[in-house]
């Protein structure tokens, strides 16, 4: 039977299954199910774990010695087999089916794995451990089901980010679910259920170094080449989440296009800071960049930055802080050099 990851603890609290099928691309979801089912199991006492991880020569016969001799010899037991990205196999495939056959009250087996396509799930193994068991597929959120992960994430914390803090969050982590939760833990830790705004979310990205990433904002903006290099060389020394870091600098960027766009439609500069919330000690600031950065430098900014990110999640970048400096130095003064690229690939 299917069962989606946030649907897991109501699963669970029905009873528990013989088998658990735990695949997917998404490792801070395997993982936290698999630690559901691990304590869930805990409290009807499974007090023991046996871990196997499938590896060249595995002997598959183990598993069955294992999964036989549990009620005979040791405590309820939970087996955890780890197929490391791999498929079982024809010795695996026969030993899952030997397992449906020898079902044992007294052991849970966990399976883990990579996407199981619909190749695996039409296998004769995944559907006898499927039909007796639970499949929980994980899936990389995105959109609102990141969103929802979030908020149930808030929830089980008793933490209370605003709206802006939470899309904050998300976007400094870039989908990385462990990222995000260790942060919410550490939230949870300093704040308890405080209000926590946008700005308490970012000095705890950055480790409230002594530059943050608004000193970067304020420099950029006010087009200060050398402070802007030093506060990135700074932060690039604390090991500032690189994702964080462009973040700020996309923050900015966004703003600044959309009021040139709108000048260029013939809206009043202060029409444009009303509209898009520009707080006062913020306009100069902008009114500065405006002056400084026209629509067509704004683009070319815009498109450097999509390549950065594109580079960087593909892991092409040597060096991504001094691809951030190149970026950073054409934001503070026109610059035609484009963006350079290194691939570590020989």
């Known amino acids: 039977m299917r069962c989606y990851a946030n649907q897991l603890p109501s699963e669970l609290k029905k009873g528990l299954k013989p088998f658990y099928l735990v695949f997917g691309e998404e490792p801070f979801q395997e993982a936290q199910c698999v630690q559901l089912i ?3 199991a805990k409290a009807q006492g499974f007090n023991e774990v046996i871990k196997f991880t499938l590896a060249q020569g595995f002997d598959w016969q183990e598993i069955i010695a294992q999964y036989q001799s549990m009620s005979l010899f ?3 037991t939970i087996i955890e087999l780890d197929l490391n990205q791999q498929k079982p196999g024809t010795p695996g495939a026969n030993t899952f089916k030997k397992v449906v056959e020898l079902e044992n009250p007294d052991t ?3 399976v883990k794995g990579a996407k199981a396509s619909q190749d695996v799930q039409r296998g004769a193994w995944f559907k006898a451990l499927d039909k007796q068991g639970l499949f929980v597929p994980c899936y990389p959120l995105s959109g609102n089901h990141l969103k929802r992960w979030l908020d149930e994430q808030c929830q089980r914390l008793s933490l209370n980010l605003q709206n802006e803090a939470k899309l904050s969050l998300i976007n400094a982590t870039e989908g990385n679910l462990l990222a995000c939760f260790q942060e919410l833990e550490k939230l949870s830790l300093i704040h308890g259920d405080a209000l926590i705004t946008q700005q308490l979310v970012m000095q705890g990205l950055l480790n409230q170094s002594k530059f943050d990433i608004f000193d970067l904002s304020d420099a950029l903006l006010n087009g200060h080449t050398t402070q802007a290099i030093k506060v990135l060389n700074k932060l690039a020394s604390d090991n500032t989440e690189v994702v964080s870091i462009l973040w700020a600098i996309n923050k900015d960027l966004n703003t600044l296009i959309s009021v040139q766009q709108g000048l260029l439609q013939g809206e009043s500069l202060a ?3 009303k509209q898009k ?3 006062k000690n913020q306009q100069a600031p902008v009114q500065t960049a405006i002056n400084r ?4 430098t704004l683009e070319s900014i815009s498109s450097e930055l999509a390549l950065f990110d594109a580079s960087y999640k593909q892991g092409v970048l040597i060096a991504p802080y001094q691809a951030l400096a190149h970026i950073c130095i054409k934001f503070c003064q026109p ?3 484009p963006l350079p690229c290194h691939t570590n690939r020989q």
């Open 108 to 110: 849970i087996l966990i």
């Open 277 to 279: 919330a520009i707080w």
């Open 335 to 337: 610059l035609d050099i």
């Open 293 to 296: 950065l026209n629509i067509h």
């Open 74 to 76: 040791s405590a309820r």
């Open 38 to 40: 691990r304590d869930s």
């Open 271 to 273: 029409t444009l800071f």
